[in-house]
Nanobody, 126 residues
Framework: QVYLVESGGGLVQAGDSLRLSCAAS????????MGWFRQAPGTEREFVAA????????LYADSVKGRFTISRDNAKNTLYLQMNNLELDETAVYYC???????????????????WGQGTQVTVSS
């Protein structure tokens, strides 16, 4: 069992930046691909970004490329999502997730991820 706890959400204005964190309980955190997803009210959860176990490979949704950066600190068992120039429609609950299949490449399908955090709310206002 892997426990994930997100933090860093909050209320920001459009154009602002925010950094989310995800602390993992598992000591073997460094072996796994990690990802961020989000779910806006009334919509399905969608992929945001993912990073390989080493941190050397990343994958982004087209809508966040160039504005969001996913990273990880394996020594601290922590995943990050730096979000810059936030847009109004990015108000959502943001979730981190872990893919324990020991894949090399980060993946975007939700079904590839085995464990999820409880989410952190990000609200972008005008």
């Amino acid at each position: 069992q892997v426990y994930l706890v997100e933090s860093g959400g909050g209320l920001v204005q459009a154009g602002d930046s925010l950094r989310l964190s995800c602390a993992a309980s598992e000591r073997t955190f460094s072996r796994y691909v990690m990802g961020w997803f989000r779910q806006a009210p009334g919509t399905e959860r969608e992929f945001v970004a993912a990073v390989s176990a080493s941190g050397g490979r990343t994958l982004y949704a087209d809508s966040v490329k160039g504005r969001f950066t996913i990273s990880r600190d394996n020594a601290k068992n922590t995943l990050y999502l730096q979000m810059n120039n936030l847009e109004l429609d990015e108000t959502a609950v943001y979730y981190c997730a872990v893919d324990t299949d020991r894949t090399i490449e980060p993946r975007r399908r939700q079904s590839d991820y085995n464990y999820w955090g409880q989410g952190t709310q990000v609200t972008v206002s005008s």
